[in-house]
């Protein structure tokens, strides 16, 4: 498995921006993903990204507002938070592993979570 760890998460106000950071201990030629959990909602995914091409995939919920990247060379997952809406808060997790634009049910390395809260 993969250690991971998220930074950048924090409270804005609705139309604000915020960019999440994920250090992977390795970084291999699979889909790392950004994965959400609001309460009392089931964890969905976000974006993934592959780390060894250029193959994307956005949730219809964030598609024109998130973009996700990576530095490879630095073994970081990147998620710019842009025109953020209050129905966005929730706790971000990095994930690897996994298949593009999979559930969470298919990775097996999982970040702490950061807590992303937009009012309104």
């Known amino acids: 498995q993969v250690q991971l760890v998220e930074t950048g998460g924090g409270s804005v106000q609705a139309g604000g921006s915020l960019r999440l950071s994920c250090v992977a201990s390795?970084?291999?030629?699979?889909?790392m993903a950004w994965f959400r959990q609001a309460p009392g909602k089931e964890r969905e995914g976000v974006a993934s990204?592959?780390?060894?091409?250029?193959?994307?995939y956005y949730a219809d919920s964030v598609r024109g507002r998130f973009t996700i990247s990576q530095d490879n060379a630095k073994k970081t997952l990147f998620l710019q938070m842009d025109s953020l809406k209050p129905e966005d808060t929730a706790i971000y997790y990095c994930?690897?592993?996994?298949?593009?634009?999979?559930?969470?049910?298919?990775?097996?390395?999982w970040g702490q979570g950061t807590q992303v809260t937009v009012s309104p």
């Open positions: 990204i592959y780390t060894g091409g250029t193959f994307i």
């Open positions: 994930a690897a592993g996994g298949p593009c634009g999979g559930t969470w049910s298919e990775y097996n390395s």
């Open positions: 390795d970084y291999g030629n699979y889909c």
